[in-house]
């Protein structure tokens, strides 16, 4: 009787084990999917983003880096989620003028070929933050903003500072 007990407990555990397995291959399938965008997509979102502040904010320059998790596009519009990095500079001062970096929906209207900034979704503050994420992102990008936001972020404003100093140079090469 005794061992019929713990062959039934090392069945559940066995059980439970290869669940997890199953989950932690499934997350790690959905989380490393790359999303890219077209060309077009790619350009209109970044010079959308870049340009989104000029009302509010008196600025020279933009850098807008990204981690896509999906696009979901219809005839008419995009809705592009991810994480995104937007900081806004002067050209003489290396300290931003402003700056965003973390997850938004971006919809963007479609006309033809072109891409027109129609609304940004941002979570709400504070203890509502991760609930209003859950219910406005797909539940395939769950993996990314549970688990490896922190990696993002890194990746993200190191691509802004890269931008920052290619600008800076190019412009240096220009006067």
């Given at each position: 009787?005794?061992?019929?007990?713990?062959?039934?407990?090392?069945?559940?555990?066995?059980?439970?084990?290869g669940?997890v397995?199953?989950?932690?291959?499934?997350?790690?399938?959905?989380?490393h999917?790359?999303?890219?965008?077209s060309?077009?997509?790619?350009?209109?979102?970044?010079?959308e983003l870049?340009h989104?502040?000029?009302?509010y904010?008196?600025?020279?320059?933009?850098?807008?880096?990204?981690?896509?998790?999906k696009?979901?596009?219809?005839?008419?519009?995009?809705?592009?989620?991810?994480?995104?990095?937007?900081?806004?500079?002067?050209?003489d001062s290396?300290?931003s003028?402003s700056?965003?970096?973390d997850y938004?929906k971006?919809t963007?209207?479609?006309?033809?070929d072109?891409?027109?900034?129609?609304?940004?979704?941002?979570?709400?503050?504070g203890?509502?933050?991760?609930?209003?994420?859950?219910?406005e992102f797909p539940?395939?990008t769950?993996?990314?903003?549970?688990?490896?936001?922190?990696?993002?972020r890194?990746?993200?404003?190191e691509?802004?500072?890269?931008?920052?100093?290619?600008?800076?140079?190019d412009?240096?090469?220009n006067?």
């Open positions: 009787m005794r061992e019929e007990k713990m062959s039934k407990k090392k069945r559940i555990i066995l059980v439970i084990v669940i397995i199953a989950l932690s291959a499934l997350l790690f399938y959905w989380d999917q790359i999303v890219t965008p060309q077009e997509l790619d350009k209109s979102l970044r010079h870049a989104m502040d000029n009302e904010f008196e600025y020279d320059f933009a850098v807008v880096s990204y981690r896509l998790f696009i979901n596009e219809s005839k008419d519009e995009a809705d592009i989620y991810g994480m995104f990095y937007i900081e806004q500079y002067k050209e290396d300290v003028v700056g965003y970096l938004m971006v963007m209207k479609i006309n033809g072109q891409y027109k900034l129609e609304e940004v979704w941002i979570p709400k503050d203890d509502q933050y991760l609930t209003s994420l859950l219910k539940i395939n769950w993996s990314r903003i549970l688990f490896t936001g922190d990696k993002y890194l990746e993200l404003v691509e802004g500072r890269q931008q920052y100093e290619e600008y800076i140079l412009n240096s090469k006067n």
